[in-house]
């Protein structure tokens, strides 16, 4: 089992900018796709950013030319950096991993999630 550690969130005005960090740890394991979800209240959780491990990259529109998703791999580490932030950020972002540990491939865990909120 892949344990998913967040940081990063916090409250920030509209326009500013936050560093999310997601670190993995376990053993035997290979991480495929890392990325982060959100949910805000009342809503279904959404996709906001995948990377892979050759470093490919998938975004919601909604981010796009806002955020970037970057990876070290060296640290089994995830990060978001969101920039020019809106009122409508506002959500508890979810950190995921898919991975690959003792043969098995396709297993998915997630972080514990972190607040981040955007005052206008």
């Known amino acids: 089992q892949v344990q998913l550690v967040e940081s990063g969130g916090g409250l920030v005005q509209a326009g500013g900018s936050l560093r999310l960090s997601c670190a993995a740890s376990?053993?035997?394991?290979?991480?495929?796709?890392m990325g982060w979800y959100r949910q805000a209240p009342g809503d279904q959780r959404e996709l906001v950013a995948l990377?892979?491990?050759?470093?490919?990259?998938n975004y919601a529109d909604s981010v796009k030319g806002r955020f970037t998703i970057s990876r070290d791999n060296t640290k089994n580490t995830v990060y978001l950096q969101m920039n020019s932030l809106k009122p409508e950020d506002t959500a508890v972002y979810y950190c995921?991993?898919?991975?690959?540990?003792?043969?098995?491939?396709?297993?998915?865990?997630w972080g514990q999630g972190t607040q981040v909120t955007v005052s206008s």
């Open positions: 990377i892979g491990s050759d470093r490919s990259t």
């Open positions: 995921y991993a898919r991975y690959w540990s003792s043969g098995v491939s396709g297993l998915v865990s």
């Open positions: 376990g053993s035997s394991f290979r991480i495929n796709t």
